[in-house]
T-cell receptor, first 111, second 113 residues
Framework: QKEVEQDPGPLSVPEGAIVSLNCTYS??????FMWYRQYSRKGPELLMY????GNKEDGRFTAQVDKSSKYISLFIRDSQPSDSATYLC???????????FGEGTQLTVNP | DAMVIQNPRYQVTQFGKPVTLSCSQT?????MYWYQQKSSQAPKLLFH???????NEADTPDNFQSRRPNTSFCFLDIRSPGLGDAAMYLC????????????FGSGTRLTVV
């Protein structure tokens, strides 16, 4: 069983839609949770960084962590064609430990 | 702009012919990482350096080596590439081990023919 599970998609939505991306994990020691965005033929870039359970909002992006369910989400409001990319979740046990990545969800936002 | 630069962006090599990928950073970060990412798969950590301290992942094949001659540069050497080594190779840095996520380069896509 993989430590981090992420639905690979592909996910296709119309412009303006609310997008929900999710990851589940099995390691209860994970405390730090990240979302990376990876455009085609580019390296991942950090979108959101959260610690423990709760919500974090940054513009159109909201990250949610539910440690009791071992479930994290990234919501994108008013999605734009420029949001079309692969979204990778990543997590670690401490701020100073290795990252474990999900496989990524490929998102396409259609104009 | 401070960044992580990987060269080349695309590399084609012959089966069994040694190849070296390079990464440089202007962030003055202590930690540099090499990841292998195959299509539709999670990035897989190969090794990392904390300054000059080298750390090899247990399942990284012996075919893969790395060098970090100074703070700014890190190299990935594949001694005898096989068809299964075709992938995107990502270099990343962080100020300290695991600190608030990483800064990635754009990657080198390796093709083995």
């Amino acid at each position: 069983q993989k430590e981090v599970e992420q639905d690979p998609g592909p996910l296709s939505v119309p412009e303006g839609a609310i997008v929900s991306l999710n990851c589940t994990y099995s390691n209860s020691a994970f405390q730090y949770f990240m979302w990376y965005r990876q455009y085609s033929r580019k390296g991942p870039e950090l979108l959101m960084y959260t610690y423990s359970s709760g919500n974090k909002e940054d513009g159109r992006f909201t990250a949610q962590v539910d440690k009791s369910s071992k479930y994290i989400s990234l919501f994108i409001r008013d999605s734009q064609p420029s949001d079309s990319a692969t979204y990778l979740c990543a997590m670690s046990e401490t701020s100073g430990s290795r990252l474990t990545f999900g496989e990524g969800t490929q998102l396409t936002v259609n104009p | 702009d401070a960044m992580v630069i990987q060269n080349p962006r695309y590399q084609v090599t012959q089966f069994g012919k040694p190849v070296t990928l390079s990464c440089s950073q202007t962030l003055n970060h202590n930690v540099m990482y090499w990841y292998q990412q195959k299509s539709s798969q999670a990035p897989k950590l190969l090794f990392h350096y904390y300054d000059k301290d080298f750390n090899n992942e247990a399942d990284t094949p012996d075919n893969f080596q790395s060098r970090r001659p100074n703070t700014s540069f890190c190299f990935l050497d594949i001694r005898s590439p096989g068809l299964g080594d075709a992938a995107m190779y990502l270099c990343a840095t962080s100020r300290d081990w695991g600190a608030r996520g990483y800064t990635f380069g754009s990657g080198t896509r390796l093709t083995v023919v």
